[in-house]
Every structure is written in structure tokens, then in C-alpha cells.
């Protein structure tokens, strides 16, 4: 399966590690999608040939690595969407950005803005302008890097990658939103690390959760991420 990691499944569900540089769904460059990579797993295990239903519920930016969760069923599909629409779903990120935070945790706010290919801070709320609120807790600081959790409380168009560059911390290889030069895989070290969410179908709440890639900057890191999914 195209550089995907299963990390749960059952009838309902298929939850995988998206890597960074894969899309989540389609585009204009009819690259390899983790939406299609997942039908062809769906299709090989289960020996089903021809059309696969997997629905898209939620997405993960192309430069940003994560755990990815698809619906096996229409039913699941329409209960995971609406979860996320009602924030049922708790979502937690790792990142390391530039600089030192002053504060050892706290929020961000703002209103964002969404424009074709990106997001912009706007001065009030308005039709297109909507609340966006994080936030955050420091974790490991080295050298010019820092470690940080970060938890979504909306769900904007790179509502985080944008708040962190206004906050003075762009997300490491992140040029879209202020960071000076790009990582050599074209990657951005933001990581969907956690997703908690009740069962589309059984009563208990599922948490998924996968480390971050080995490499720059995430390895000058790794007692920490180790620490952190072993809590």
C-alpha cells in the first residue's frame, strides 16, 4: 500500500500513518492519493474485486504526516462526519517550530480567513472571516527548535500552521507560512499525532495514535516523542 501504515481496522473503520508528501484525496495533479492506496488495501484483503466504498471524513495537508481515518460503510461515514462536525473528535498534533516560547503552555485566537491556496489572520469576524482557537503546551526546546503539543479547538483551513507563524514560531519547512527554507523531503514537521472519536457503531471512544517520521528535525527530539506516546 503506497506508504501507508495500517493502524487499526475493523468492518467499520480503516485508520492508517499518512506519510508527508502524499495527498489525502485528489487534485489537479492526479498524483497517488492515500484515499485510493486505501481502497486498493480494502480490495486486496478482502478479496473484493472491483468498486471499494472508503469514505473521506476528515483531511491531512499534503506536507503534514498523520493518522488518517477512513469510514468502511456509508453509515460510518455519515456518524464520523457528523462527530467532526459537532467536535466529538479530539485532535492532538506534535510540531517543532522556530524559536522558544515564552509561556510553557497556553491559546491562541484569532479569525482566520481562507484564501484559494492559503489562510490569512483577518482584524474581526465577518462571512469570511472565522474564529480559530488552539492550543498549545511546550514540550522540549533544542537549540533554535522547540517541541510543542498542539491541540485544535476549530477546525481552519491551516488554521495551525498559520497561528504558530503568527504567533513568531512558523512550523519547521513550513514556506507557505514564514519559515526561511524547506526540509529536503519538501515536508513541514507538523504531525497529526492522536485522534480520539466514539465508534461509529459500537458504544467506546477509539484513540489512534503513531509517531512522527524518523529524521530532521523530529530526531533531535526522540526521548521526548518516545515519552510522550508512552504516557
Not at 55 to 64: A, E, M, N, S
Not at 128 to 137: D, G, I, N, T, V
Not at 176 to 182: L, Q, V
Not at 205 to 230: C, K, L, M, N, Q
Amino acid at each position: 500500500m503506497t506508504g501507508l501504515r495500517v493502524l487499526y481496522e475493523d468492518n467499520h473503520l480503516l485508520a492508517v500513518m499518512k506519510p508527508p508528501g502524499l495527498l489525502t484525496q485528489g487534485d489537479k495533479t492526479g498524483d497517488t492519493t492515500a484515499l485510493q492506496a486505501g481502497k486498493e488495501y480494502i480490495r486486496a484483503t478482502s478479496n473484493k474485486p472491483g468498486n471499494v466504498f472508503l469514505g473521506l471524513v476528515h483531511r491531512i495537508d499534503r506536507p503534514v504526516s498523520g493518522v488518517l481515518v477512513f469510514a468502511r460503510t456509508s453509515k460510518a461515514a455519515s456518524r464520523l462526519a457528523r462527530s467532526f462536525h459537532d467536535r466529538k473528535v479530539e485532535k492532538s498534533y506534535l510540531a517543532v517550530v522556530l524559536g522558544r516560547f515564552e509561556e510553557e503552555a497556553g491559546e491562541l485566537e484569532g479569525f482566520v480567513e481562507r484564501t484559494h491556496l492559503r489562510s490569512r489572520l483577518a482584524k474581526a469576524e465577518s462571512s469570511k472571516a472565522k474564529l480559530a482557537m488552539l492550543s498549545y503546551r511546550l514540550l522540549s526546546s533544542s537549540g533554535e527548535f522547540s517541541l510543542v503539543e498542539v491541540v485544535p479547538r476549530t477546525g481552519r483551513h491551516h488554521q495551525i500552521r498559520l497561528q504558530l507563524s503568527a504567533a513568531g514560531h512558523p512550523v519547521v519547512g513550513d514556506l507557505k507560512y514564514r519559515a526561511p527554507r524547506t526540509l529536503p523531503d519538501k515536508s513541514i514537521a507538523l504531525h497529526a499525532a492522536r485522534l480520539s472519536f466514539p465508534h461509529p457503531v459500537r458504544d467506546e471512544i477509539v484513540t489512534i495514535s503513531a509517531p512522527p517520521p524518523d529524521g530532521e528535525p523530529w530526531s533531535r527530539f526522540r526521548g521526548e516523542i518516545d515519552r510522550y506516546f508512552s504516557s
